[in-house]
């Protein structure tokens, strides 16, 4: 299939290197041109902008960090529904607003596009691995004409219903991280204090009922010292703002995951220490 990438950074570069290994065409864009390098080296073609990456591709995906890099893309100037993207189908893959992927979907749909919302869980490893979760809402026909690029990328793709259900099940899927986020921090810095095995500790609860995929992903590396990201801090704070105004609109109260936002916004706000993974949560505690 012809495929457009927008967004190269952590996850889109490593989606990209497995569609290219799937043997689809690839044309690219990203704001710094040199993150797409390793792409074109690998037979990727870049673009000038997002509008010329529509032209050159059926199918065009996105992957951009937060919701005002996601206007721009489709919104700004040379943005993607500034070209012709009549039976094109689109896909955005940012965690990004239910809402936003509603307006997307309905401009596009005008236009005569096929929309999704695609947001993924798994991480750099997922990415880099294959072996993404893929939450899908939008167009059904345009989720089933793209299985074989799904499979490219990931393990499991849900189609969850219309425009927006995939950003709303990543939102859910973001407020059980929130739990287990700081859970293994908390856990690391109480065992720490009682003079326990750090890494007896991980394995031992790691092997029980306390078992999730922070601890055993993130865990290992915050005991090496590795607070390279991974997930941007400042993506997963990103990530709990738009949870929590969602579930004000829908009236609810998420008093965990608000405890988790506000330990997140000291962390990046306060500490400026946006650009690290989430494991550097535990920054609040350890120098
Ligand atoms: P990232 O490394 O910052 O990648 C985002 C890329 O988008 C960057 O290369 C950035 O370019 C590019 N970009 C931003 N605005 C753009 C624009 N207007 N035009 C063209 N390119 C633009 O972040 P990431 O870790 O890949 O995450 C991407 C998204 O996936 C985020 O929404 C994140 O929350 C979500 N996500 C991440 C993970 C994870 O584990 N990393 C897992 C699931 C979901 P520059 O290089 O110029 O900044």
Redesign the pocket.
């Given at each position: 299939m012809k495929i457009g990438f927008?967004?190269?950074?952590?996850?889109?570069?490593a989606i990209c290197l497995n569609l290219l290994k799937a043997g689809h065409e690839l044309w690219v864009?990203?704001?710094?041109k040199a993150?797409t390098d390793n792409l074109v080296t690998q037979g990727a073609t870049w673009c000038v902008n997002?509008k010329t990456v529509v032209e050159a591709a059926d199918a065009i995906f996105t992957?951009?960090?937060?919701p005002r890099?996601v206007e721009?893309?489709y919104f700004?100037e040379n943005g993607i529904l500034t070209a012709n993207v009549k039976d094109k189908i689109i896909v955005d893959?940012?965690?990004?607003k239910p809402a936003l992927a509603q307006k997307i979907y309905t401009e596009g749909e005008k236009l005569g596009a096929q929309v999704l919302d695609a947001?993924?869980?798994?991480?750099?490893l997922?990415?880099k691995n294959g072996t993404?979760t893929i939450m899908v809402g939008g167009d059904k026909a345009a989720f089933t004409a793209l299985q074989t690029v799904f499979s490219a990328i990931g393990s499991l793709a849900q189609y969850f219903g219309p425009a927006g259900a995939g950003q709303n099940t990543?939102m859910a899927n973001q407020i059980m991280i929130a739990g287990t986020m700081t859970g293994m921090t908390e856990m690391l810095v109480y065992a720490q204090k009682a003079g326990l095995d750090l890494p007896a500790v991980v394995k031992t609860v790691g092997g029980g009922s306390a078992a999730n995929w922070s601890l055993s992903n993130y865990a290992p590396r915050i005991l090496k010292g590795d607070y390279t990201?991974?997930?941007?801090s400042k993506?997963?704070l990103?990530?709990l703002r738009i949870a929590l105004a969602t579930a004000e609109e829908m009236d609810i109260k998420l008093p965990a995951t608000e405890k988790a936002k506000e330990l997140y916004e000291t962390l990046v706000d306060e500490k400026g220490l946006g650009d690290l993974g989430t494991q550097g949560l535990i920054k609040l505690w350890w120098q």
């Amino acid at each position: 299939m012809k495929i457009g990438f927008i967004g190269t950074g952590v996850m889109g570069n490593a989606i990209c290197l497995n569609l290219l290994k799937a043997g689809h065409e690839l044309w690219v864009y990203n704001r710094t041109k040199a993150k797409t390098d390793n792409l074109v080296t690998q037979g990727a073609t870049w673009c000038v902008n997002p509008k010329t990456v529509v032209e050159a591709a059926d199918a065009i995906f996105t992957m951009v960090g937060f919701p005002r890099d996601v206007e721009q893309v489709y919104f700004g100037e040379n943005g993607i529904l500034t070209a012709n993207v009549k039976d094109k189908i689109i896909v955005d893959m940012t965690t990004s607003k239910p809402a936003l992927a509603q307006k997307i979907y309905t401009e596009g749909e005008k236009l005569g596009a096929q929309v999704l919302d695609a947001p993924v869980s798994g991480g750099d490893l997922g990415a880099k691995n294959g072996t993404l979760t893929i939450m899908v809402g939008g167009d059904k026909a345009a989720f089933t004409a793209l299985q074989t690029v799904f499979s490219a990328i990931g393990s499991l793709a849900q189609y969850f219903g219309p425009a927006g259900a995939g950003q709303n099940t990543k939102m859910a899927n973001q407020i059980m991280i929130a739990g287990t986020m700081t859970g293994m921090t908390e856990m690391l810095v109480y065992a720490q204090k009682a003079g326990l095995d750090l890494p007896a500790v991980v394995k031992t609860v790691g092997g029980g009922s306390a078992a999730n995929w922070s601890l055993s992903n993130y865990a290992p590396r915050i005991l090496k010292g590795d607070y390279t990201p991974g997930f941007f801090s400042k993506h997963f704070l990103k990530d709990l703002r738009i949870a929590l105004a969602t579930a004000e609109e829908m009236d609810i109260k998420l008093p965990a995951t608000e405890k988790a936002k506000e330990l997140y916004e000291t962390l990046v706000d306060e500490k400026g220490l946006g650009d690290l993974g989430t494991q550097g949560l535990i920054k609040l505690w350890w120098q």
